[in-house]
Nanobody
Framework: QVMLVESGGGSVQSGGSLRISCVAS????????VAWFRQAPGKGREFVSV????????YHSNSVKGRFAISRDNAKNTVWLQMNSLNSEDTAVYYC???????????????WGQGTQVTVTS
């Protein structure tokens, strides 16, 4: 069992930056790939970014490529999502998820956090 807790969300002006965190407890965190997904009001869950267990593979969706960065520190059981040049379309609840392989399909991720709200204001 892996428990994930997101933090760091909040309100930020358009063009600003925010870093959100995902802290894990339970089973060995370094065994898992970790992805970020987001869900905006009235929309489905959308893949954002993923990082493999050893940081050797990183992939971002086209909508955030060049603006967001994902990183992890297995010694701290933590994954971060650095978000820059934020705009209103980035407003959503952001979830981290852990799974066996690094991919973009939410159904393959076994463990999920409760989410953290990110709101971008103009």
């Amino acid at each position: 069992q892996v428990m994930l807790v997101e933090s760091g969300g909040g309100s930020v002006q358009s063009g600003g930056s925010l870093r959100i965190s995902c802290v894990a407890s339970g089973r060995t965190f370094s065994d898992y790939a970790v992805a970020w997904f987001r869900q905006a009001p009235g929309k489905g869950r959308e893949f954002v970014s993923v990082i493999s267990w050893n940081s050797g593979y990183i992939y971002h969706s086209n909508s955030v490529k060049g603006r967001f960065a994902i990183s992890r520190d297995n010694a701290k059981n933590t994954v971060w999502l650095q978000m820059n040049s934020l705009n209103s379309e980035d407003t959503a609840v952001y979830y981290c998820a852990a799974g066996g392989t690094a991919n973009t399909d939410s159904v393959t991720y076994r463990y999920w956090g409760q989410g953290t709200q990110v709101t971008v204001t103009s």
